[in-house]
């Protein structure tokens, strides 16, 4: 018989109703009178001489495990695969982050660290599992009277404390020896504890080691207390009734979400935003605690966040300045059912309370505030910088300034997602707001601006496409200015006169509401114009010098504008008008000024095109007819 080949076993069980992994080895184990890690050794999933039981199989085992354990036990392949969380993956999106990729969670890139800290940072999973001892002591039929209820697979999901079929809180410490279950040592993490002991232990036996001192023998005494006796388990927490209901309710919501009935197989499947922002948002009450302590639904609770939070805290202000890094403490979630609940519940109570991105950023950005402001910097670093935030939830944690995203090497780039769900793409926007829009849209807020001057329309129509370009695309405004083929200085130019004109009034957020009004109508305009496409067909192209002559024909100082500058103002016109973007950027007039040629003189004569009072005469025609020629040359850059 080969390695890859294992012999069936003598016998084996039929697992239960989301069973977990360990819960199966254990049940499997004394029924044969084994060890669990003998088990696994026969069934192809442990490894090493010690028959080490891996954690990360709880997560998913490899398909060769796969093949190998359903060889020995008898089992069906999918139904080995359901002893595992990754059945979960597609509604519990935290089971999904793998180590060894990039985790911002542990301020370093490629973490392979310690699988317990790594996984209960991410609230991705539990391996000291809690418990229900009413499921544990079975359903009263004969397999479960003699092995007794299935240690389920959902309890090992840090989001579920309460077990809604008896009512209760999950317990997660054993009644005798009152340690974790299963619990990790020294940072390592197992798929059960002791799997090799010769000791012929129930499946509802605690397998935690009880330290002592004397011999050998002693301190590896195995606790062996039986978890499905309720009347063992004392209340961990008393919880006045409504707490108590409000949590239970709780728990009902979110195996709603998690563990959905089966859908049609042509339905849209939950992203899984909503339980990550839960996570993401408990963590955050974490980071900034007690900033949050109002929003818990009652004092009880917030009590018992603070019996979590205030520890942590406590831990980090006294670490010495060159170990603050050491944050991990921050992110796992409460083992205490109780405290796990009264986290979770606030974290909900801020979503429901919050019907809107402005909702949502009312009661998210007053934590992020007081993360950023008493947080050590590394911590905020490890959670504002981390991948995976929901688009609301980012936009509401992100820092503003004058109607933008801030920029600067202190801001996350995680959060500046687009400010807003956008129909048109950051290549639709024009780097220079068309007049008619701002005709349309701005003209009443540029009366109001308390120190406007004659160029604050200008500055407006520039800033108004930059944060056109930061609702569809996200980023800074720096990163938009790229993005848009805007000079970063002339963008900063730009935005900081208009700060000194409009100062720190609410005329900000007038802004912003304008610019909302303004993106609603471009998401229902039926044909936009990839103004990207045009500048990019038209970065090298100049007007044919007999498409000149006609535009100018019968026009008054058409000689005189042919004799100084040739097509030159023809090309810098039809460029503008192709590509709605300011003349001032035009490719012609960048290579005139690194060949150092004489742009001034031309710059000056384009000006007068643009300055609304000479709008008359021979330059109006001329603008007219420069109009309707750069709609062709539009079209014919699309085409092209």
Known sequence: MTRAQHRPLARSLQPLPEESLPGYLLRLAFRLGRSPGRIAELCGISSGRQRRLTADHLLELPARSVASFAQASGLSEAEVRGLALNRYASTYPALRVKRGSESSQTSRKGYFGS?????????????????????????????????????SLRWHLPVVFACTQHQRLLEFRCPAC?????????????????????????PLQCRNVISGGGDRTSRMRICGARLDQPA??????????????????????????????????????????????????????????????????SDGLASLIDHHAAPVHAHLQNLPAQRRAHHRRLWPYPQDSAQCGALLATAQSVLDKSAGDAALRERVRPLAQSAFEKAPPGACRSFFGRPGFSPSLARAMVRRVHGFYAAGPLEYASLRVPSRACLFTVEEVPSHLPVSWYDEYFTDFADHVPLANLYTVRHLRRAA????????????????????DIPVGQARSALVKLRGQIGDSGLWARFEDVAEDLANHLDVIPERINYAQRRRALATWQMPAEDWTALCSGLPQANR????????IGTVLAWTEATQADHYLCPLLDSMRTAQ?????????????????????????LRCRIARYAARLGDEARAG
């Open 465 to 484: 496409s930059l944060k056109l370009a930061e609702m569809t695309a996200g980023g800074s405004w720096r990163r938009c200015a790229e993005v848009l």
């Open 597 to 621: 040629n004489d742009a001034a003189r031309l710059i000056g004569e384009l000006s007068a095109f643009f300055t609304p009072a000479n709008h008359r005469g021979g330059r109006l025609e």
């Open 178 to 202: 009152h340690d974790p279950i299963n619990q990790s040592y020294e940072g390592r993490a197992t798929l059960i504890t002791q799997p090799s002991n010769s000791l012929r232990l129930h």
């Open 115 to 151: 699988v317990s800290d790594f996984y209960s940072a991410s609230w991705g999973v539990n391996f000291s599992s809690r418990f229900c001892p009413d499921c544990l002591a079975g359903d009263g039929s004969p397999v479960q009277a003699a092995y007794g209820g299935a240690w």
């Open 561 to 568: 504008l042919t004799a100084q500058y040739g097509t030159a």
């Open 232 to 297: 063992g388990h004392g209340p961990a927490t008393r919880l006045p009734p409504a707490d108590h209901v409000r949590l239970l309710d709780l728990q009902r919501r979110l195996n709603s979400l998690l563990f959905p009935l089966p859908a049609p197989a042509d339905e849209e499947q939950p992203h899984g935003w909503a339980v990550q922002d839960l996570i993401h948002i408990a963590q955050l009450i974490t980071l900034s605690w007690p900033a949050g302590r109002d929003l818990a639904p």
